[in-house]
């Protein structure tokens, strides 16, 4: 406290070391925490009898009688407010000290999380095919991240089952329901966090594996190993009403055959993939577009991008009519106020638009993540279906020519 050590390190270990070695180690550190609240009570009560805090004593009591002449004068009384002032003047020098103590920040988590990493390397390597190297590499960057008080998703589950056999923690168990949207996008991590949070809570896990735009682990593949002392029950369902029977048939093309949604009945035009003579070519088509749907009023439209930057690129690049009559979304935070939006695909999984562009200039879908991602685009229509290009999509070398009208401009 302000410079002053009135408790050592080496004291502190010493304590724990003194404590019975066949306990648990949460347990030797509630001892431990328990000698510390008492050595704390002891320096308060020291510090109480030093002359800083009689002056300081006087000095708040005479200010207590200056603004409060009325207020009973007597030798008890008196004593009483000494007594008062003196407690309050001594705690507040040793706040800080107390609460660390009873948040057990006597206990370096960073350096325990570390240390424990290292220990279990031997054990890892018997499992896995994991190097050395490899693991130290991995330490070194999560060490550079507990210095910057970040930590990833990753070692966030290890971190805190660590931290619980150090020290009790206390969580409000009272949830016994949680839900989560669109599982796909949620890593293993996280769900295996949420089940330590919350042991007694059901889960219930609902979405679409088919709209995985982000490219990391998914929790579908982890659920027999997150829940392994649980019944899991699993429905699929396969039916989609929110399509056209077109758009559908164009769609499902971009997943594998096990993934393929089962049809409506309703019907409406062929999706149409345009391609551009130029990129400049593309713009002019979109800018028409967007003319269009703004005298449509009684139709949503969404020009959907691969990407948030694709997004900002587009907006920018549109005359500024068009960005008058449209409206940018790339947060969560965002509200839809107009007719026609441009998102990006990862917000615009679970919506639905009456129309949809997809906008695929300077987007690439090489990559197998990138097949979902077109097909949670495409799917975002309800009634009509547009893919605007500027060149030709080596994703549609796929896709059955009869399933979508191609015009070339």
């Given at each position: ?7 050592t390190?080496e004291q502190?270990?010493?304590?724990y070391?003194?404590t019975n070695d066949?306990?648990?180690i949460y347990?030797r ?7 510390l609240?008492?050595?704390?009570a002891?320096?308060?009560?020291d ?17 207590a ?5 009325h207020q009973e004068?007597s ?6 407010m ?17 609460r660390g103590?009873?948040?057990f920040q ?7 999380y570390?240390h424990?990493?290292?220990s279990v390397l031997?054990?890892v390597q018997?499992?896995t095919?994991i190097?050395?190297e ?6 070194l ?5 507990l210095?910057q008080?970040r ?6 589950v290890l ?7 150090l020290y ?5 168990e ?6 989560i ?13 949420l089940?330590?949070l919350?042991?007694k809570?059901g889960?219930?896990?609902?979405g ?8 990391n682990?998914s929790?579908?593949?982890?659920l ?16 989609s009403?929110?399509?056209t029977?077109?758009?559908t048939d164009f769609?499902?093309?971009?997943l594998t ?13 062929l ?6 003579a ?15 749907a703004?005298n449509?009023?009684?139709?949503r439209t969404?020009?959907i ?5 694709d997004?900002?690129k587009?907006?920018?690049?549109l005359?500024p ?6 409206q940018?979304?790339i947060?969560?935070?965002?509200f839809m ?6 998102f990006?695909?990862?917000?615009a999984k679970?919506?639905?638009f009456?129309?949809?562009i997809v906008w695929?200039?300077?987007?690439t ?5 990138d097949?979902?991602i077109f ?5 975002r ?6 893919v605007i290009?500027?060149?030709q999509l080596?994703?549609l ?5 009869t399933?979508?009208q191609?015009?070339?401009?």
């Open positions: 406290i302000q410079g002053q050590t009135y408790i390190k502190i270990r010493q304590w070391q003194d066949e306990l648990p347990q550190s509630q001892l431990l925490q328990t000698k609240l008492k050595k704390v002891g320096l308060e009560k510090e109480a009898k030093k002359d800083w805090v009689k002056e300081e004593v006087e000095e708040q009591l005479q200010q009688f200056a603004n409060d002449p004068y030798e008890e009384n008196e004593r009483r000494r007594k008062k002032l003196r407690q309050q003047i001594v705690r507040k020098k040793f706040r800080s000290l107390t103590v009873k948040q006597f206990i370096n988590q960073p350096k325990q570390l424990f990493l290292q031997a054990t018997k499992h095919d190097s050395a490899t693991w130290q590499e991995s330490m960057s999560i060490k550079q991240d210095r008080r930590l990833k998703q990753e070692d966030a971190f805190f089952l660590l931290i619980k056999q009790p923690i206390h969580v409000e009272k949830a016994r329901f949680i839900f949207d669109e599982m796909q996008d949620f890593p293993p991590a996280q769900v295996a966090m089940r330590q919350y042991p809570a889960i219930t896990l609902c679409d594996l088919n709209q995985k735009v982000y490219d682990e929790i579908v593949g982890s027999d190993d997150l829940f392994p002392q649980d019944s899991v029950k699993r429905y699929q369902l396969k039916t009403y929110r399509s029977k077109e758009i769609a499902n093309q971009f055959g096990d993934d393929q949604v089962e049809l409506t009945a309703r019907g409406g035009d999706p149409t993939v345009v391609t551009a130029s990129t400049a070519a593309s713009y002019t088509l979109l800018e028409d577009k967007i003319s269009d703004v449509n009023q009684q139709w969404a020009i991008c691969k990407t948030a930057a997004c900002q587009l907006y920018q690049q005359a009519s068009s960005q008058d009559n449209v940018l979304i947060s969560e935070e965002d106020k107009r007719n026609v939006m441009i990006p695909a990862f917000l679970g919506l639905e009456d129309q949809v695929t200039p300077n987007a879908f090489d990559a197998p993540q097949q979902l097909y949670t685009m495409a799917t229509a309800m009634h009509q279906l547009t290009a500027d060149h080596p994703i070398d796929k896709a059955n020519p399933t979508y191609a015009i070339a401009q």
